[in-house]
């Protein structure tokens, strides 16, 4: 079985068509839960080869089902994203986006070129035992999820997953080198606003206004003391205001002030903490000073959490694909989110990442998926299938 591995890593044709189905889904992006037309690409190619293909699941999710030739055994899911983000590219290339203000700037067109990638070599070789549910979701960039979506359309009772995986290109980590680690590996994301009240008037004479400026000053301030005085040091957690909004004019005192901004963390009982503490201190700030607070706080993604085993096995996979010394076990935590992470909470398995080098970085209008590293992930969904299914690992 390993050397399907090598044959993946030097086949010359696979390669020339992930790339060709990278560019055209390139050429092509969707938003979240608009991805029909790449829902069609990828579903079409799993038929040609014979997997069974289920569709609708989170809207425009895609499922392949590819059943091992060895009999019964272990159910594993491998998963890639459709979407694309609301993003002017700046690349002049011949895959440049052919879609105004849509952009493949995550490189989900790269992912998904690699799972087709995977999911033609296990059709093509099922010497395996056990299931292999290809995922491919939509909406990973919106705080809605595909992931989410397709759990709750049912993933999991149609499609049962022992464990699952996914990869993640990296710009700042070199091509050919990856990074895992057991545990949190990106951060759960909770934006917040509050809105602080007071009564507007004449910005010469004060003593008749309820000045709401002056709180929404302390208010930020004094949230930055929830890291620094309220959080124990070796745990992790980003707060930060970036939205402070209110008055249009020099001499007008306003009714309100906005402050908007986001919270990082990687343990659920540090995200409550910060949550419950944010409340209080824009509460309490602004009515030390006869104004009032309302707080929104709407808890986005949970953050990715690898299980032990599934780190283990994806870390040897990752070896098995790039060579001794080139896989990062101690990768991260990186702060960023991730909604693999729902998957994540049902059932255990791991999310890596892939060096892809290059000057720009994902979300950048110049950003540009490295078509080099395609072999390289479709071959670790395939040695993790191996690894999986074919009982050097017993479950
Ligand atoms: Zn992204
Ligand atoms: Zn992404």
Redesign the pocket.
């Known amino acids: 079985m390993t050397d399907q591995i090598d044959r993946i890593l030097s086949d010359t044709e696979l390669r020339q068509d992930m790339q060709a189905w990278r560019h055209d889904l390139h050429r092509h992006p969707e938003l979240g839960f608009e991805e029909s037309r790449t829902a069609d690409r990828v579903a079409d190619l799993m038929q040609q080869w014979g997997i069974e293909v289920h569709r609708g699941l989170g809207g425009t999710g895609v499922v392949g089902v590819i059943r091992g030739e060895q009999g019964f055994g272990r159910r594993i899911g491998i998963r890639a994203e459709l979407d694309a ?1 609301p993003l002017e590219e700046a690349n002049g290339f011949t895959h440049a986006s052919i879609h105004p203000g849509v952009m493949h700037a ?1 490189g989900h067109d790269g992912h998904a070129a690699m799972l087709l990638g995977a999911a033609r070599c296990l059709a093509a070789d099922r010497r395996f035992s056990g299931t292999v549910h290809v995922i491919f979701q939509p909406a ?2 919106l705080l809605a999820s595909g992931a989410r979506r397709m759990l709750a359309d049912g993933l999991l009772d149609h499609f049962p997953c022992d464990a699952i995986y996914a990869v993640h290109n990296f710009p700042s980590l070199a091509p050919g080198t990856a990074g895992i680690r057991t545990g949190p590996i990106t951060a759960a994301v909770d934006n917040f606003e509050i809105l602080i009240r007071g009564r507007g008037g004449h910005g010469g004479m004060p003593h008749l206004c309820i000045d709401p400026v002056i709180p929404a000053c302390e208010c930020v301030l004094a949230l930055q003391r929830i890291v620094s005085r309220s959080i124990d040091a070796t745990d992790a957690c980003v707060l930060s205001a970036t939205m402070l909004q209110g008055g249009d004019a020099p001499n007008v005192v306003p009714d309100m002030v906005r402050i908007g901004g986001t919270v990082r963390t990687l343990r659920e009982e540090v995200r409550d903490h910060a949550e419950t503490e944010l409340r209080r201190i824009a509460g309490a700030v602004a009515l030390a000073h006869r104004c009032e607070a309302e707080v929104r706080y709407v808890r986005g993604h949970p953050a990715t959490t690898n299980s032990p085993r599934e780190a283990s096995l994806a870390a040897a996979a990752l070896e098995r694909v790039l060579g001794h010394g080139q896989v990062d076990t101690q990768f991260g935590p990186v702060m960023g989110g991730e909604d693999f992470s729902y998957f994540l909470q049902q059932m255990p398995g791991a999310y890596a990442v892939l060096g892809q080098g290059g000057s720009a970085m ?2 950048n209008p110049s950003y540009d998926f490295n078509d080099a590293i395609l072999p390289l992930g479709a071959a670790f969904f395939v040695a993790v299938v191996h690894a999986e299914l074919s009982g050097t690992h017993a479950p």
Request: with cysteine.
């Open positions: 983000l995550c990973e960039e994902i979300h």
